[in-house]
Structures are given as C-alpha cells and as structure tokens.
C-alpha cells in the first residue's frame, strides 16, 4: 500500500452535499409532499430571506445567474443598440448576459490590483448609446461603483453575503453549485430596493405574466424551481459561518506566501476564489502539491465568440488572464490538508516572489 497522500482537492463539492443530506433530503421531502414544485411558498420565502441578507427590499428568484443578469438588464429597458460597459476580465456569463438582451457588450480595462472594473476605462468608454455599466465583485472582493451617471449593475455571482455597502440600482446573483451559497443545480436572484423593477422582473420570468393572469410582455421562462429555493434555504443558515470558514483559509495561505503576487485585499472579501498572480504558470503548478484551477484562461476579448467586441487597450485584462491561479478555499477544506496546502505553497513560493 502506498503512503503517499492523495492530492487536495481544488473543490470537493461532494463534501458539502454530504454535511447537508439530513437537511436537503427533508427539505425535498416536503417540496414533494406538497405537491408544488413551482412558483410556491419555499421560493417566496427564500426570496424574502434573501432580500434581508442582502439588506435589500426585494429578491426575485430566477433561473440562473446569467438570467438574474439579463432580466435586470431587461428591467431596466437596456435592448438593442443600447451598449452596456462590462470588465474584460470575468467570466462569460457577464457579457453573454448583455449579448442575450440584444444590446452591445463593450469591454473596458480592469485595475491591476484588484481585478475590478477601471473607473477611467469606463469613463473613456462611455458614448451615446451607452445604458448602464456592470461592474463585478470578482472573487468575491468588494469593487467600487463608479459614480458616472449611469446606472450600475452588480454582477455578484462571486458576492454572497458580502457587507460592503454597495448601492447599484439592481444586483444579480448566481446560485451555480460552486457559488458561496450553492444550490442543487442553477439559480439565481435579482436583488433592488426598486419595487417597480422587481415587479417587471418577475413578470419576465414567468412570460410576462401579470397578477390577473394576462400577458403583459413577451417574454420566456426563467423560473426557478421550489426544490432550488428550499436548497437555498438550508445553505442559506450556513453561509456566515461558510464565509468565516473561507475568510481564515485565505488568511493562511496569505501568511504562508506573503511575497507572492496575491489579488489585493479587502475587509469585506468573501473569498469565493483566492486567487495569485504567477509567471510561468504552468511550471509553478507542477510544483504544487495540490491543485489548482484558472479563473479566468482568457480575456473576454480574447474569447473567440466575442472577440468582434475588443476595444483596446484591455492590458490589465490579459496580464490577469496569463498570469492568474485560484487556490483551494472552500469552506470543507480541514485543518490537516490546509497545513498541506500551506507547507506546499510556502515551498513554491520560494521561486515565485512579487514582481518589483
């Protein structure tokens, strides 16, 4: 037999699943009991738990994130030959969102400290046309809203249970498997104190049904199911002590390589990626003895399905994408493999120092 350790895990999503089944299953059980599966009381609850967390009048529960993302923009009559500014460096789901309304995606330089939305590229960008301006709290470091007339989308599908006071006028949450606060599939939820918007929202996602039945808009369905929101539900009662848990690892592996190129801080980070910066990516992590993942491989612009969209310079964006790697920090994640995981990374850090 061998006594070698088996590599840790990036993310072991089994775990989570595992510590919730007695919770879940009951929860499960009583959706079926009841007989609703759709548009019921758990997702009328989860959305009025959810709108309390965020510290927002309303939630409305939709179908997945990339949905939360377009129904807001939908809500906020952003169609075609609108442009919408978005970060070059974030996930696709951020400017599919945009593509998905019919409006222009236009992608600006990102801060090189930080990852987040640059507030002169957005100003630069900003023409006619432009609608509103998505900034994403990517990895789940709080970003500035930038203050330029315009009204700000908050892509938080990285973001949940973040205390930073943010204000945009709608925010858009995912509740993909991997996400702080996870579900049993896709989810999401569009969180405003705007009633109106909510309204509109929620009228969009079932077909744009109104409240005496009639269709008021055409639209699709972006539901979400009765089983997600009870899931949600019981995450929901772990997500601070989750977010505590992610908070204490990222500070260990901070300790342990201190001289390596980290995302830059914050006090409201909620850690749903603890993300380095290194040269010669791969090498470094053949020395690791754990694994790792890249979030993200590619600028958007570089992403061939939108690379039409590119409006240079996006240098920051590619630096971000060619050198950037995310570190195990989930909340599962026990003392004994943390230790690994620190010993492992203190002694590949040793060639890997912060340039300058």
């Not at 993302?69 to 789901?93: C, K, N, Q, S, Y």
């Not at 100003?123 to 809203?145: C, D, M, Q, S, Y």
């Not at 249970?161 to 709608?170: N, Y």
Request: hydrophobic content about 45%; some cysteine.
């Amino acid at each position: 037999m061998s006594d070698v350790s088996p590599r840790i895990p990036f993310l072991d999503l089994g775990r989570r699943t595992r510590a919730l089944a007695p919770e879940l299953g009951a929860a499960l059980e009583r959706v079926l009991e009841s007989g609703r599966v759709l548009g019921g009381e758990r997702t009328e609850a989860f959305e009025r738990a959810w709108a309390a967390s965020c510290g927002r009048r309303r939630a409305v529960a939709v179908a997945s994130g990339t949905e939360a993302l377009r129904l807001a923009m939908l809500g906020l009559e952003i169609g075609a030959g609108d442009e919408v500014i978005v970060p070059a460096f974030t996930a696709v789901p951020t400017i599919a969102a945009v593509c998905a309304t019919g409006a222009t995606p236009v992608p600006v330089d990102v801060d090189g400290e930080t990852a987040a939305l640059d507030r002169e590229a957005a100003a630069a960008a900003i023409g006619e046309r432009t609608k509103a301006i998505v900034v994403v709290h990517l990895f789940g470091r709080p970003a500035a809203l930038p203050d330029l007339g315009l009204p700000v989308i908050e892509d938080c599908a990285h973001a949940h249970g973040m205390r930073a006071a943010q204000r945009g006028v709608v925010a858009a949450y995912s509740f993909y498997p991997t996400k702080n606060l996870a579900g049993v599939g896709d989810g999401g939820a569009v969180v405003t104190d705007d009633e109106e918007l909510a309204e509109r929202v929620a009228r969009l996602r079932m077909h744009g049904r109104g409240a005496d039945g009639s269709h008021l808009e055409r639209a699709t369905n972006a539901r979400m199911s009765e089983i997600e929101a009870a899931a949600l539900s019981v995450g929901l009662e772990r997500l601070e002590a989750d977010n505590a848990r992610r908070g204490a690892i990222a500070a260990e592996l901070r300790r342990a390589a201190p001289g390596l190129d980290w995302q830059a801080d914050h006090a409201d980070h909620v850690n749903h990626l603890c993300v380095i910066r290194v040269d010669e990516r791969e090498r470094f992590r053949r020395r690791l003895e754990f694994e790792t993942a890249i979030h993200y491989p590619r600028a958007l612009v570089d992403e061939p399905a939108y690379a039409a969209f590119e409006r240079p310079p996006v240098d920051n964006a590619r630096e971000w994408a060619s050198r950037c790697l995310s570190l195990p920090c989930y909340p599962e994640l026990t003392d004994s493999e943390l230790e690994r995981v620190c010993a492992s990374l203190r002694s590949a850090s040793a060639g890997a120092r912060r340039p300058g």
